[in-house]
């Protein structure tokens, strides 16, 4: 389920207005790319930009001071001269007397826009290394403003109502979630049929490498969180004559495309809010809900039973309950708030707080959730055959591994019954012509575990990693690590790279956890409004 994560990267990472600091680049190695700025200074080419709207209609992103354009690319490369289709950009341009050239951003999902990105790298980044690049930001095929837009099946995610149960308590309640995820996918098919089979991250890649000729650039550097680590390393893979300079942070494992990765992260999100559960348990004080993470988990499970009986407003129950702490799962910057409302519903049968825990999916939401749809099921081969989902959830759900497996499975459910085929997954590697990738990592992401950016760090021998012992966040750069943040500025800036070293090429220690506090008054009352 990359999809939240992929949203949560660089919006999860943006928590605070984040300026970055550069303490610890002395320590890095020498320039990894002594080279001359690329020669001619970037123009665009073929690209009529203009000024963006303060505001994203589509995205409700903030785009103010930034520059649109659009670009019209094919649908299926194989037929250039064929249907096109149109993505839309964003540009914060570059400030200093010379370019660096341009940096192309990616959010994640497979499915999340990214034309606000432009604007949150041109003011996080230290000035010196923000006014050398032309950052551009840009929604994906299918994605955002791009058109076409990919909305599939609403109902699937948001009927109205308090869905089932995602954990099925007998075979008709597993058949009735089969019915609707095959509802899902017949539906995307009905609709984009011609669309489905060009979906794909390598159609995304070729999409990139047309944005890099409209620009003019020999060479693009390019910058993603999440999927869009996949997304980098697969262009990476098509186009390494065509690499400057590359951060992929929070690493998807290439050979668990996708079903694979997705079991993966039912265990590590398991581990992941039994830590949450312990953290709250420590605040015993403050929330009252145990002091063990035993107690914690019993009192989770207590409100999950209540929500199942009587939802609250008949839309918040037991699916709605998890789907609202996995954020807990993909970072810590809800767990205070998060604890609060849970707290707040199991002492007091106050619902105010735990209602604001999910919201409905807005079009975009939607929109997210097809794309990623569209992209993972379209990039390699999922099992056909229902008795291969239904006996892996069940082992890992009976193992203990219970937060995420069914709700995951039924996320994913679609790909089981999607309208084109899977895969081939694209080739992932790079030789040592390829100039020297920065993987960023940290140990205890649950989105994209860890295991996943050492296969990609083999893949590519050139690349250097930076792990962030203990971390504990999906998204790591750009969010106040000194020490991670300063070696990115660094690498970005002038090239220069930790030493290769066996192993992990440089590590730095995540923070400290979260600070535990009582919902105030002006939080109490909003809550009831």
Request: proline fraction near 8%; hydrophobic fraction near 40%; charged fraction near 25%.
């Amino acid at each position: 389920m990359l999809n939240d994560a992929g949203k949560r990267a660089a919006a999860g990472t943006a928590a605070a207005a984040i300026t970055l600091a550069v303490a610890g680049a002395a320590a890095l190695g020498t320039p990894a790319d002594a080279a001359p700025a690329l020669r001619p200074e970037p123009r665009p080419a073929g690209l009529a930009w203009r000024s963006c709207p303060a505001k994203d209609p589509v995205e409700g992103a903030r785009l103010k001071g930034l520059q649109c354009a659009s670009l019209r690319v094919p649908l299926d490369y194989a037929d250039p001269a064929g249907r096109q289709i149109t993505l839309e950009l964003s540009r914060a341009r570059h400030t200093a007397p010379r370019s660096k050239g341009v940096v192309l951003l990616n959010r994640g999902g497979p499915g999340a826009h990214g034309r606000d990105l432009s604007g949150f790298f041109a003011e996080s980044l230290p000035k010196r290394v923000a006014a050398s690049y032309d950052w551009i930001g840009f929604d994906p095929r299918g994605v955002g403003a791009s058109r076409p837009e990919l909305v599939c099946d609403p109902a699937y995610q948001s009927p109205g109502r308090a869905r089932p149960d995602s954990v099925p308590a007998s075979a008709a309640e597993e058949e009735a979630w089969k019915a609707r995820a095959r509802h899902y996918a017949g539906d995307c098919a009905r609709r984009y049929g011609a669309i489905l089979p060009h979906m794909g991250t390598a159609d995304s890649a070729r999409d990139m490498d047309a944005v890099r000729a409209a620009l003019g650039q020999q060479k693009i550097s390019y910058f993603g969180y999440s999927y869009g680590t996949y997304l980098g390393a697969v262009y990476a893979t098509m186009y390494p004559q065509r690499v400057r300079r590359m951060v992929l942070d929070s690493v998807v494992r290439p050979s668990g495309v996708w079903y694979g990765d997705n079991l993966d992260q039912n265990v590590a999100f398991e581990k992941r809010i039994r830590a949450y559960f312990a953290w709250i348990a420590r605040h015993h004080k403050t929330y009252r809900l145990g002091d063990s993470g035993r107690k914690v988990a019993a009192a989770y499970a207590r409100v999950r039973a209540a929500l199942k009986a009587k939802p609250i407003d008949g839309r918040v129950g037991p699916t709605e309950l998890d789907e609202g702490f996995l954020a807990d799962g993909y970072g810590d910057y809800t767990w205070a708030a998060h604890a609060r409302a849970l707290s707040a519903y199991a002492v007091r049968r106050d619902p105010g707080p735990l209602r604001k825990v999910w919201q409905p999916p807005s079009r975009l939401d939607q929109n997210n959730y097809t794309v990623y749809n569209a992209v993972q099921c379209r990039d390699a081969a999922w099992p056909r055959a229902w008795g291969r989902w239904h006996a892996d959830s069940e082992r890992l759900y009976r193992r203990g591994y219970r937060f995420e497996t069914w709700s995951n499975t039924w996320y994913n459910a679609p790909c089981a019954f999607w309208g084109v085929p899977g895969g081939p997954p694209p080739r992932v590697g790079g030789g040592s012509a390829l100039p020297p990738i920065l993987m960023v990592q940290a140990t205890e992401d649950a989105a994209t575990p860890y295991p996943g950016v050492l296969e990609m760090h083999r893949r590519f021998p050139t690349s250097r990693l930076l792990v962030q012992v203990g971390g504990r966040n999906h998204g790591v750069s750009l969010s106040g690590d000194r020490c991670v943040d300063g070696s990115v500025a660094a690498y970005l800036g002038d090239g220069r790279l930790p030493a290769n070293r066996p192993g992990p090429d440089q590590k730095c220690a995540a923070g400290p956890e979260p600070v535990a506090a009582k919902a105030g008054r002006a939080e109490q009352a909003a809550a009831h409004r």
